[in-house]
Every structure is written in structure tokens, then in C-alpha cells.
């Protein structure tokens, strides 16, 4: 599925603003590239269906009908929400390649995204909680950037 959402960056006085808002622990994991305590998130067992968002601005990442458990600890996906919307980048830190997963429209970090995923797509996406927002179907998304985006 292709994109309808306008996936350019936020103005920088727009980020700013976004990324005062934030906890210290969003703050670690979006904008430090941190990870969030296994078995901790709170979207870990959500089961209610919708749409998980950025949190930072706002930008549908995921469908809950591509949740999985993974038994990993952190909330996982199979496929993201539209095609542009995750942006992966080679993550060498601590010794290890892995692919690190961030919004494509503010660059926030999200996660990893690894080979080892059931089908269709046998992809995990694995998700920091804190990272997310949950928007419940029918509900409005937010809108942070004021671009009108819609419902979930």
C-alpha cells in the first residue's frame, strides 16, 4: 500500500516543540536511540484493534492486525503501516549488525526489524512501546503537525 500521508520532516521550530513534550524515557529511545526494558512496554499485550503511531509526529507505523506475539518482550509487527513509512538504517552498536527501524517522517527511533517473522513477510518488526502511540479504529490520529490526516 502506498502512502496518502505527507511524510515530509517537521519544521525544525515543529520538532522542537515535539520533542519537548516528551518524557526522559521517550526521550532516550526516540531521540538517543534507546531501548525500552523487555516485558515492561505498555502496548506489549495489547490485543485492541487500531493503528500504532509514532510518538513523536504522529505518522501510522503499524496495523493491529499485523501484531504478533513474538515472545520477545517488546511489541512486534510483520509489516508496517504503509510503504515510506519505516525507514531502516544499518545499526552497528554494541558489536552487532542489525537493521534499526525509525519513522520516516522525523527520523524518531523506533526499533529493529529482523529476518526471523512469520509469514507473509517473515519480517519482525520489534518495537520500543514507548515509541508508539495506539489509536483505537474509528478514533482520529493525532495530529501534531497540524496536517489533517485523518482516523485510524
Known amino acids: 500500500m502506498t502512502t496518502t500521508f505527507d511524510l515530509s520532516p ?74 515510506g513509512h519505516i525507514r531502516e538504517v544499518r545499526d552497528t552498536s554494541y558489536g552487532m549488525v542489525r537493521i534499526e527501524t525509525r519513522c520516516a517522517r522525523c527520523d524518531s527511533h523506533q526499533g529493529h526489524v529482523f529476518p526471523d517473522g512469520p509469514p507473509p513477510t517473515r519480517l519482525r518488526y520489534c518495537i520500543n512501546s514507548v515509541s508508539l502511540t495506539f489509536v483505537a479504529n474509528g478514533a482520529a490520529l493525532p495530529d501534531p503537525l497540524g496536517r489533517g490526516e485523518g482516523a485510524a
Open 10 to 83: 517537521p519544521a525544525p521550530d515543529q520538532l522542537r516543540a515535539l520533542e519537548a513534550a516528551l518524557s526522559d524515557e521517550e526521550r532516550d529511545v526516540l531521540l538517543k536511540h534507546g531501548t525500552e526494558a523487555p516485558f515492561c512496554g505498555g502496548l506489549l499485550n495489547n490485543k485492541d484493534a487500531g493503528v500504532y503511531c509514532c510518538r513523536l509526529c504522529g505518522l501510522p507505523l503499524f496495523r493491529s492486525k499485523t501484531k504478533f506475539d513474538s515472545g520477545t518482550g517488546w511489541p512486534s509487527f510483520y509489516e508496517p503501516y504503509a510503504e
